[in-house]
């Protein structure tokens, strides 16, 4: 089992910036993976960026290309997701990911809320 816990999402006005933490614990020698997703209501649940564990090689999503980073504290069994120069349409509930072996098996972590305004 792995347990995540998200936390700095809020309200912020267009053009500002967030970040977000995501702290794991349990079987962290299992994660190969770990990403954020978000899903805005409406809305399926999307990909936002992921890093993984050996090579951290990162992966963003067109929208975000060049405004959010991703990143990880090893030493504090930590990810995070800087995000700047935010638009009304970045809000959504964020959550984090989390991929172990074997089989891919996902875990995620309860969700934090990003508000944009106009």
């Known amino acids: 089992q792995v347990q995540l816990v998200e936390s700095g999402g809020g309200l912020v006005q267009a053009g500002g910036s967030l970040r977000l933490s995501c702290t794991a614990s349990g079987l962290i020698f299992r994660i190969t993976r770990m990403g954020w997703y978000r899903q805005a209501p409406g809305n399926q649940r999307e990909l936002v960026a992921t890093i993984t564990s050996g090579s951290s090689r990162t992966n963003y999503a067109d929208s975000v290309k060049g405004r959010f980073t991703i990143s990880r504290d090893n030493a504090k069994n930590t990810l995070y997701l800087q995000m700047n120069s935010l638009k009304p349409e970045d809000t959504a509930v964020y959550y984090c990911?989390?991929?172990?072996?074997?089989?891919?098996?996902?875990?995620w972590g309860q969700g934090t809320q990003v508000t944009v305004s106009a």
């Open positions: 990911n989390a991929q172990t072996y074997p089989a891919n098996y996902d875990y």
